[in-house]
């Protein structure tokens, strides 16, 4: 073979290298996966959105995009939520599915997608909207919480229609919002945040009995951890939102707080990436997205887990 006949093999098996790259990538949905300029999770499997996309990550410095998009997400025991962004032509959407992304469920809902949670056990899923405003520092935001039970179907629109008790004392008023959720290990006991009077407190639900209870002051967004006996939560810098928030746990038992090493604002519901770490985005002046990590004993510092990522849950 001469040298002209070589550079014309050559040339085409690269022209149909590419091609195969090309139709594989397509007809896998994913796009190219960016790469990482810190571990991920210390080899725990991620599940997070890179761009609007879920993406997962069980190595260091993987990432596997899909082509499923939304505006948050959170997954557990094989139940992959989604709140569909608002579009100039859809309506937003709670989409539950399996872990193969199979659609199980379909809410229609009103509002732009705020918080998003999944119970331990796949069970239960909550949600979050912003309805006017869109956020927590300005006054006059409306919010709408909800949580449906995918095991009996049945479906709770806002939790405004739980009967609430405030400081022991049954309570009603035309400004309570609620925001935040997350769920004990019995799919019924949850925690959320209650705003009324100027005041956001930390509530307690419990699901059948459709009642909240009032039980401390400034928390909001709080996270169970997995051993359920601490609260990862944010906390409004000397109860004003405008001043930013700080990330903190509160000890179920004893009522202690303890300050994590974190000291910029966050505004985020934290996740417990395991028993002694805390996740939560922070969003650069550009508008991308990062997660990071911070120990839940209040010790350390804040590190750098995941870059252009956002709404991370880990997985099995």
């Not at 991620?46 to 990432?63: A, D, E, I, K, V």
């Not at 199979?102 to 796949?122: E, I």
């Amino acid at each position: 073979m001469n040298a002209r006949s070589r550079i014309v093999v050559l040339t085409l098996s690269t022209v149909l290298l590419a091609a195969v790259a090309v139709a594989y990538t397509v007809s896998h949905g994913a796009k190219p996966a960016p790469a990482e300029s810190r571990t991920s999770a210390d080899g725990r499997r991620l599940q997070f959105l890179t761009n609007g996309r879920l993406s997962y990550t069980s190595t260091p410095g993987s990432r596997r995009v899909t082509s499923v998009g939304c505006d948050r997400a959170y997954a557990a025991a094989g139940t992959v939520a989604c709140l569909r962004p608002v579009g100039a032509l859809s309506a937003g959407a709670l989409v539950v599915m399996d872990a193969g992304l199979r659609q199980r469920r379909r809410v229609p809902l009103t509002g732009f997608p705020n918080r998003l949670r999944v119970s331990a056990s796949g069970r239960m899923v909550a949600w979050t909207l912003f309805i006017d405003g869109h956020s927590y520092a300005t006054t006059g935001f409306s919010t709408r919480a909800g949580i449906l039970d995918m095991r009996t179907g049945r479906l709770v629109q806002s939790l405004e229609e739980f009967a609430i008790i405030k400081d022991g004392a049954p309570y009603r008023n035309r400004d309570v919002n609620f925001w935040g959720i997350t769920f004990a290990a019995d799919d019924n006991r949850f925690y959320a945040t209650l705003s009324t009077g100027g005041v956001r407190h930390l509530v307690q639900g419990d699901f059948a009995a459709r009642t909240v209870r009032t039980l401390a002051p400034n928390v909001e967004c709080p996270s169970l951890s997995p051993d359920g006996t601490r609260l990862a939560f944010k906390s409004a810098i000397g109860g004003n939102p405008k001043r930013g928030w700080r990330l903190s746990t509160l000890d179920l038992a004893t009522a202690k707080r303890t300050p994590l090493a974190e000291p910029r604002s966050v505004d985020d519901q934290p996740v417990w990436l395991d028993d002694h770490t805390v996740g939560y985005t922070l969003q650069l002046s550009d508008g991308t997205n990062q997660t990071w990590a911070v120990p839940a004993s209040g010790a350390g510092g804040p590190r750098l887990l995941l870059d252009n990522a956002s709404s991370v849950s880990p997985t099995p």
